[in-house]
């Protein structure tokens, strides 16, 4: 199990861009043969960390945001609400491990003893784990971190972000839409953001026959984090008959054993 890591700068771009040349040349198109099966291979055992490390997590919920909300924000509580929430009905909370929503996921479960995990990215100079986990596992590759993110959730919580947050929201309702995972609860926390999206899929999509009207039932829209863990727990239990794990008693953070949290 890694320790946690230390609280990250309040840097917004966090998460927004990569200093790793071989990354770069990844998307850039093809190179040698030689070249692209050693990368081929980097994927693998990539993967197979990530397999490895998450294998024994226990029924998580992903919880998805934007990385650039403070402390201070009604958006940072209401993600720490529902880690609280979801670790008191027996999930393990899952990140991105990242500052923002994702930080106070994580510190939620944290404070009602719940295990707290995150994906995190390689982005040197940018990215720092969030001192609220108890384990992270550390990806070189975007898609193998985001695949991680959904193979191990029974459930996915989009609370407020940008286009990270909505390309997660959307690559979820389409694996759902297609069959690829089962019918998992996909919640959106926060009315007033997120309502006008719906409207758009609703008047737009769904009028123009590009999405079928159960594609956007599917999406549940809240402003509370307690109906949010509560639809997760209703649909985990009685759909796919999960058995979720008792709550344990509150762990304190390295801060707050040291008195600085």
Request: proline share 7%.
């Amino acid at each position: 199990m890694n320790e946690p890591g230390p609280k990250p700068d309040a840097n917004p771009e966090w998460g927004k861009a990569t200093h790793d040349p071989d990354e770069r040349l990844f998307l850039e198109g093809p190179r040698s043969r030689m070249a692209e099966t050693g990368r081929a291979l980097r994927v693998f055992f990539e993967l197979i960390k990530g397999f490895r490390a998450l294998h024994f997590v226990g029924p998580c919920v992903t919880v998805f945001g934007s990385a650039r909300f403070k402390e201070d924000h009604r958006y940072y509580e209401m993600a720490r609400d529902v880690g609280r929430e979801l670790g008191r009905a027996g999930f393990t909370v899952m990140t991105g491990g990242g500052p923002g929503v994702m930080e106070a996921a994580n510190r939620g479960a944290r404070d009602v003893g719940a295990p707290s995990i995150g994906c995190n990215i390689k982005l040197p100079h940018e990215q720092k784990p969030n001192p609220y986990l108890d384990k992270f596992v550390e990806f070189r590759y975007f898609f193998v971190r985001k695949m991680m993110l959904v193979k191990y959730s029974y459930a996915f919580i989009a609370a407020p972000g940008g286009f990270g947050t909505m390309d997660e929201i959307f690559e979820c309702a389409t694996l759902i839409q297609t069959g690829k995972i089962a019918d998992f609860p996909l919640v959106l926390l926060g009315r007033d953001y997120w309502a006008p999206m719906l409207q758009f899929l609703r008047e737009t999509m769904v009028a123009q026959g590009t999405i079928a009207p159960e594609d956007v039932d599917r999406l549940h829209l809240t402003d509370s984090p307690q109906e949010a863990a509560q639809h997760v727990r209703d649909v985990a239990l009685k759909q796919f008959g999960l058995r979720t794990r008792r709550p344990t008693r509150k762990m304190k953070t390295k801060r707050e054993r040291n008195g600085t949290g």
